[in-house]
């Protein structure tokens, strides 16, 4: 069984900065991507960032790019989304996800953190 745990949001005045995490655990083979999605009330979801375990390609969403950063720990199976001078406009629920294989035979399936808020606003 593999999760995914995402911490790290909360509320923040514009202009601020917050670092959310996420840890996927369990039954690890292999991590081929991470990222972060979001989800804000009325809005269609996106993809914010991403970052392959492999080779540090990244991805960012032109919306965030110059002030978001995605990094990984791989060691620790872990992926951080560190967002900086936050606008209103970034509150939304973000998501981890990983593609990722449980074990070595299976092919590679998209898993899904349960979300943290990030609510920018004074």
């Known amino acids: 069984q593999v999760r995914l745990v995402e911490s790290g949001g909360g509320l923040v005045q514009p202009g601020g900065s917050l670092r959310v995490s996420c840890v996927a655990s369990?039954?690890?083979?292999?991590?081929?991507?991470m990222g972060w999605y979001r989800q804000a009330p009325g809005k269609q979801g996106e993809l914010v960032a991403s970052i392959s375990i492999g080779g540090g390609d990244t991805y960012y969403a032109d919306s965030v790019k110059g002030r978001f950063t995605i990094s990984r720990d791989n060691a620790k199976n872990t992926v951080f989304l560190q967002m900086n001078n936050l606008e209103p406009e970034n509150t939304a629920v973000y998501y981890c996800?990983?593609?990722?294989?449980?074990?070595?035979?299976?092919?590679?399936?998209?898993?899904w953190g349960r979300g943290t808020q990030v609510t920018v606003s004074s």
């Open positions: 369990g039954t690890i083979f292999s991590i081929n991507v």
């Open positions: 996800n990983a593609n990722l294989r449980g074990l070595s035979w299976l092919p590679p399936k998209n898993y």
